[in-house]
């Protein structure tokens, strides 16, 4: 299962567009195929500061809930509501329509701490 | 380290349909395939195909059956007098705690079937040889026998043509033979979904062939313990290990319809009466939780206060919300009554109502 190369990834599954000073946050497709379908997020509000490595919220499948956890520092400036009435996006989208908060980073630079596409592909099939 | 984790005779069936395999009282199973919300939805609406042959069987055959399950087990088996009848049943220890719950299955001329469930399969075997005469004959079936159940308001449209011509099925709570597919069963019309169905036995070494022939209906979709939860769930069927164990009466369970008053001298008898003298404690009771999932072992409060614990929980994909059962205090048991439930950081509130949570299915039809 190849990921999408034009996005950076956590080794907790997330991935990162960014945009100028803007991050939009998301899971990976392996991740949300890991959890199952999914029927909660539950995600930070709009002003909200993260450092790398907080917990930004929650995702729930029937069986499991995992933690989030923001892959770069920052201001949430935007967070997907659509996702509390259609939490399946998260699985039919997950690198679209799935995304989940939009970050204003502090430091661009935190970037190059994330995985490449492949890197990530090489990380899941490791285990 | 643990025993390594027995496989059924589906095992390869599961791997070939891509399930996703788990531990599961000692087995390895599948607890998905495409996904645990549409394997349930097709179990609601059209039919669904479980492994359980992980669950245990044992036959009771002789002159003394009969009077040997009357004082084994809570049920009154002369409900089952007839030939090929079953009953849902518990078997209780001398303080009147649940070892397990069961189905007896009165499958012959003296002698009857039980089917129990996989996690008490040794306990279960060790107090019934226990305390069985000598001139009974008991046989751990277990290995040599499979368990396919097919659920949904399809099922029995689709077992009675596999069986063909001339083959009807039982009645609610009966159990009949068949051949279906050329492989010779016994079709039991129960189940743990909620919806009409039966639950077949079989050989092990036929389960594969009967398993494909099930699935060759395109309207039969291959179901895990996942979705066997949330269907059992929305019923307010209580799973063993949850909801009751060794350290919990029949009448806080909430299961007296099986533990007939008029009954007495079977095992676990005058603790019962005592309980039902003084009333119980708590009570196990269905919550509503909307907006999260509330998971066993949450703590449930009321007006700030821990009374309890989550039993069951998970997410109703019928009424997409958050469902559970839990053992409160009687005082606060009447539907309607208000509680929280902390999950991780947050306290969600949560309602007492009656079970099942769902109620129109194929089997209220």
Known sequence: ?127 | MSEALKRTPLYEEHLALGARMVPFAGWEMPVQYAGIIEEHRAVRSSAGVFDVCHMAEFRIFGFGAFDFLQGLLTNDLHRITELGHAQYTLMLDDDGHIIDDLIVYHTGDLEYMIIANAGNHEADWAWITAHAPADLEIVDESDRTALIALQGPEAIRIVTELAGDGWEAPTRFAIGEAVLDTVPVLVARTGYTGEDGVEIVCGAANAARLWRAILSFPEVTPAGLGARDTLRLEMGYPLYGNDMDRTIDPISAGLGWVVPKAKTGYIGADAVASVREAGPATKLVGLTVPGAIPRPGMSVLHEGVVVGKVASGTFSPTLETGIATAYVPVALAAPGTPFEIEIRKKTVSAVVVKPPFVSSTSLSA
């Open chain 1, 1 to 127: 299962m190849a990921h999408p190369n034009d996005r950076v990834y956590s080794k907790e599954h997330e991935w990162v567009v960014a945009d100028g000073d803007i991050a939009t946050i998301g899971i990976s497709s392996f991740a949300q195929d890991q959890l199952g379908e999914v029927v909660y997020v539950d995600l930070p509000s709009e002003g909200d500061s993260l450092s790398a490595g907080d917990s930004f919220g929650e995702i729930e499948s029937v069986k499991s809930v995992s933690e989030l956890f923001a892959p770069v520092s920052g201001e949430v400036v935007e967070v997907n509501s659509a996702l509390s009435d259609s939490p399946e996006t998260v699985n039919s989208d997950p690198h679209g329509d799935g995304w989940m908060i939009k970050l204003r980073m502090e430091d661009a630079g935190e970037l190059s701490a994330l995985l490449s596409a492949e890197d990530y592909d090489a990380f899941i099939t490791e285990g």
